[in-house]
Structure formats: C-alpha cells, structure tokens
C-alpha cells in the first residue's frame, strides 16, 4: 500500500514539470515579437531603445535555456512574474479572484453528488420505469446543454420570476463578500452559478451512477444478499451501493477538472470576478505571463483531483493495488 | 485457449429480427433504425441540423448578416419565424448557418483528432516497449489540460476564426483518443491471427491497417461520434467567449454574445433559439453515440 501511495504521488511531479515545459513550449510559439505587440497596442511609435528595454524587462534578451530554467524555478515556488498588463504579481491576481471561483466549484460539486447518486440509484433500481427514462433524459440532456447558455436562461427566468411576484426584477449582486460576513448576500450571488455548473457535473455522474449499479446488481453477491433473506434496503446500502461509488468517484474526480473549464464561461454569464473570467481576459490582452500561470494552476488542480481519487480508489478497492 | 474461442474485443453485432447481420450502408442504416429507436430520434436532428448547414444557402428566408433596421428586436412573427436580433437580422437563416459553422468545426476536429489519435494509440500498442511507455508519459501530461484551457491557450497563441478554433479543439482531442484506441488495441495485439501475421513476414505497416485498424473500429467510431457533440460544445463556447469564431461568420455562441443578455427581458428569443440550437444538436449526437455503443458493444447493453 506505502510503495503505491509514494510511486504515485511521486508521479504528480514528472507530470507538472512536463506540462510546465509543455507551456513554455506553446508560449514561445507565439508568432512575432511580443513587445512589437505591447508597444504597438497602443498605437503610437516607439524607439528601438523602448523595444530592447522590453526585451530586458520580460528577459527575452537571453538564451532558451537560461529562460527555461528561470521559469521553472519560478514555478517550483509559484513565482509567477508579474503580470504584463496590470504591473501587479501574477499570484496577487490570482489570489484575490480564487476564492469565489473555488466557492463556486465546491457547492456546484454539492449539488452533484447530492443529485446525482440518489437519483442515479433509483434509476438503476427501476431500470427502464417512467422515473428511469425521466432521470436518464434529464442526465443525457445536461452533456447537450451549454452551461453559459444555462446562465443566461436562468438569469431570464429569474429576472421574469421576480418581475412577476414583486413587481420590479431582480438580479443577484455581483460584488463577492465571503460566505462568513453575509451568507444571504453570498449565497444570492454564488448559487445559479453553482447550479448551472453542477448540472452538466450532475449528469455526468449520475450517468455513471447508473451504469455501475446496474452492473454490480447483477453480481453473484447480489443475489446471495437476496437468498440470505436480507431486506431489500441492506442490500442496496451495504452490499450494492458501496461498491458502485467507486467508478463514481472516479467521475467526480474527473469531472472536478472540467469544472474548472466550465467556470471559464459561467464567470462571464454572471459578471463573477474569478479565475475563469480573469483567464478569458488575460487571453483577451495577450497577457501572456497570467495566462501560463492560470493555465498551469488549472493543470495543478487537474493532476492533483487525479492523484485524490486514485489514492481514494486503492484506499477503496484493495484490488487496485495488485494492478 | 485455441484460436476458436479468441474473439475480438469489439465486433459488429447489429443484427435483424432473424439474427441476420445486414449488409450494405443503406441495409446497416435501416436495421439500425429498427433496433435503436432512441438512436434514430438522435439520427434525425443531426441529420435535421446537418441538412440545414449544408442547404443553408438555398432554404435560408433571409442573408445572415443582411441588416433590416426597420425590424429590430422583433418578436418572432410570420416573416420572421424566430424573430431578429439587435441588429435587425433574421435569427431563423442565422441559426441555418451556423449549423454549417458549427458541424464543420465539429466533423474536422472530432475527424482529424480522431485519426491522429487512432494513429498514435495503435502504434503506442504494437509497438509497445520505449514508444509506448514515453507515448503514454506525452499523453499524460496534455490530458492534464481540462479541454477548454488548452483550446484558450492554443487560441491565446494562434488567435482566433474558424480555423484556429479547429486547431485548438483538435489538440486536446488527440490524446483522449489515443487512450481508448490504444487500450482495445492491446487485447488486439494477443490475439493469435496477429503473431500469425508477424510469423508470416508481412510488413509492420499491413498488419496495423489490415488487422489491427479494423478491429478498433468499433471505439473508435463511437468516440469520435462523442467528439463531434464535444467539439459543437466547446466552439460555442469560445466564440461565446469572444475568443472563437468573429463575426460576420454566423456562428451559435456568437450568437448568445453581447445581444442575448443585454436584451434577456425585452427580447428573450435572441437567447434562447441559438442555444437550443446547440442543445438540440449535441443531444441528437448524443443518443445517436450511446445507441452506437449499444450496437458496437455487446458488453454495454442494457445500461
């Protein structure tokens, strides 16, 4: 068990250093010069002088390898740079849009698992019933539906819903205050995020649910519960349903990095001030040190959800670990 | 364990009411219709969609990008069936092209992914060893990618229109099609007609087209068929984003930019046929892959 926790945490690394250099890579492809870009935006001319002094300042002046090296370092102790469009260090900006965006991430990931194993269950249980066909519509219908255009809707529905019952409609406030200081007010602000996310998170896994329960109920243990006697309810709990989360808990942790990716275009639905909406930005001004770092926080995130839920699945599963 | 019992991971088991398996496109597509009535309905829109983007030109009421100032916002009506948009441009022909935007973003990299990946994951599997073992590594680290980050950092680079949009969705598809391809072509590789093949002399190159290829087929089509719902969704997003297809192209996410929030209350249309537009599709090519699961894989029946 030891010798197969550390292999594969010792994994993650060889993993993070090559999508680091794999970044790097795909920065340096940019075509033309950089600093023609930023000095050009603005129009006007600009000297050679200006042109090396930028060279300097983003240390394109210097060998590959050397600026090779220099990134990596800084990304070994998350020294980003700083950013080239606002001045301010690239974790500044970051840190201050975190928060929200992870908020969002947690409770969409509420919302998923809560929906999605108990309906995902009695799906399974009631295979090709009126609430089986319901549930699998519903789950096979959130993978088609685009979670921006999710946003949108709901903000209709809501704006009309309000519009309807108080007479003048109301939109959640943008302004993030911590979920400690004003749970109302954060809550308001947070939530149709975190359910038009968490529905396409929702689906996904309550697909897998499904499948797996339908599969671990045709097992010989099934029906020697059955034989024995058991009550119908201690076979689904105990015997069932505790070996049909594992595949489930794969998707989750699977699903968590696309979550990441969703936040990019719900941030900008609702007007959230996280990470996603701050990539599409950065990308917007060609804000190239921000974009590698967000890129490689978004991978960071990616490769550790993997690292838990292998961890969690060889915790799980003691069979796994022969493998 | 003879050659009799081995069976390939994956065969084709449509068959008809007589335990027939047909033969011939229009044979296939017909039992299939019969057999999977979900994947039929899925068949339909996509072939509704389809249609629409490839006759666009002649079924279209209107140009897509042709400004009427005088119908601005209107609600959908007779001349307008889903009504105008800001600008005065009529949503039905919009949404009609940009089901051509849409489906040939989503064929060419769902298609190019594909075979790109189909290439590396049986090569990775009958070569095995070294390439396998740094294969996989490769395909590790640019799977850590969540799909729409790398398609913003290819964009971030390459900028945006309808053709780097296709690179940067494409790049992130290939190792997820390498992954499922290379692992149905390992059990390939056992299988005795393969060393048979070796025995015999025959090139590296015949044996991966003539008896490896075929056999993930079956995969590899339902994969790719997931990819083209994937694609669909994740164009509309960056051109949603500002950062995929531009205007004048007339594409469904671009569609929902702008306009479609600004004017939710007083013209809800504009947001909500695009939209359904691309739910109606990639639903379509959802059913239309899980019912091709269903036939190409007998071991995922019923579920």
């Keep these: 068990m030891y010798r197969y926790i550390i292999s594969r945490v010792l994994l993650v690394f060889p993993t993070l250093a090559g999508a680091a250099t794999l970044v790097f890579v795909l920065m340096r492809l940019v075509p033309g010069d950089i600093c023609l870009v930023r000095l050009g935006s603005g129009g006007g001319n600009f000297t050679t002088q200006a042109l090396e002094a930028c060279h300097a300042e983003i240390g394109i ?65 009631k295979q090709n019933s009126w609430i089986d066909l319901v549930v699998r519509t519903f789950s096979i219908a959130g993978l088609a539906t685009p979670a921006f255009w999710l946003g949108i809707v709901s903000i209709l529905v809501v704006l009309d819903l309000t ?18 200081q004003d749970p109302i007010r954060n809550l308001s602000i947070v939530m149709l995020p975190a359910l038009t996310i968490g529905y396409r998170y929702a689906a996904v896994s309550m697909r897998m649910t499904r499948s797996a329960m339908l599969e671990v109920l045709r097992e010989d243990y099934i029906r020697t519960a059955r034989a024995k006697g058991l009550i119908n309810r201690i076979i689904i709990n105990r015997h069932a349903l505790k070996n049909a989360l594992l595949p ?10 696309f979550l990441i990716g969703g936040l990019v275009v719900t941030e900008q639905v609702f007007n959230l001030n996280g990470i996603g909406r701050y990539m599409v930005q950065c990308v917007q001004n060609q804000d190239y040190t921000a974009t ?32 | 364990m003879s050659i009799l019992e081995q069976t390939p991971t994956t065969a084709a088991v449509l068959v008809d009411e007589h335990g027939l398996t047909p033969r011939g496109p229009i044979a296939i597509a017909w039992t299939f219709l019969r057999r999977q009535p979900v994947g039929a309905i899925g068949m339909v829109l996509v072939l509704i969609f389809g249609l629409a983007g490839i006759f666009a030109d002649w079924i279209a009421p209107y140009s897509p990008t042709a400004n009427d100032f005088a119908v601005m916002t209107e609600p959908p009506s007779l001349a307008h069936w889903l009504g105008t948009d800001q600008l005065g441009r009529d949503l039905l022909s919009r949404i009609l092209f940009g089901a051509r935007t849409a489906f040939v973003v989503g ?176 639903f379509g090519i959802n059913l239309f892959g899980d019912s091709l699961r269903d036939v190409l894989d007998p071991k995922m029946r019923d579920r």
Excluded at chain 1, 248 to 257: C, L, N, S
């Design chain 1, 163 to 180: 519009q309807a019952i108080s007479g003048h409609p109301w939109m959640p406030p943008i302004d993030y205050v911590p979920l400690w």
């Design chain 2, 107 to 282: 064929l060419t990299s769902a298609l190019v992914g594909g075979l790109a990946g189909l290439v590396i994951g049986v090569a990775s599997a009958y070569f095995g060893g070294q390439l396998d073992l740094w294969l996989q590594r490769l395909l590790d680290i640019v799977m850590a990618f969540p799909l729409i980050i790398m398609a913003l950092a290819v964009v971030s680079i390459f900028g945006t229109g309808i053709q780097n949009v296709i690179v940067a969705i494409t790049i992130p598809l290939i190792p997820r099609c390498a992954r499922v391809v290379r692992s149905s072509a390992l059990a390939i590789r056992e299988v005795p007609y393969v060393d048979a093949a070796r025995a015999l002399g025959f090139s590296h190159s015949r044996i991966i087209l003539a008896h490896m290829v075929p056999n993930v087929m079956g995969p590899f089509l339902v994969i790719i068929t997931a990819f083209v719902g994937q694609a669909i969704l994740a164009e509309a997003a960056l051109s949603y984003l500002g950062l995929g297809v531009q205007e004048p192209v007339p594409a469904w996410g671009l569609m929902l930019q702008g306009g479609a929030e600004e004017y939710a209350t007083t013209a809800p249309w504009i947001a909500v046929f695009p939209g359904l537009a691309i739910m109606l599709t990639v």
């Design chain 1, 61 to 125: 002046d210097r060998s590959w390898i050397v600026q090779y090296l220099e990134f990596m370092w800084g990304m070994a102790r998350f020294d980003f740079g700083i950013s080239m469009w606002s001045g301010k260090p690239v974790i500044v900006e970051i840190a201050t849009r975190f928060p929200i965006s992870l908020e969002v991430a947690v409770m969409a990931t509420i919302i998923a698992v809560t929906l999605a194993i108990p309906l995902g269950t009695i799906s399974a249980l």
């Design chain 1, 292 to 323: 590698q770092a967000l890129v490689m926080l978004t991978v960071t995130i990616a490769v550790l959800s993997n690292l838990v839920v292998d961890l969690l699945y060889a915790w799980l599963d003691p069979r796994i670990r022969l493998a």
């Design chain 1, 248 to 257: 489930v808990v794969t998707v989750i942790g699977i699903e968590f990095a």
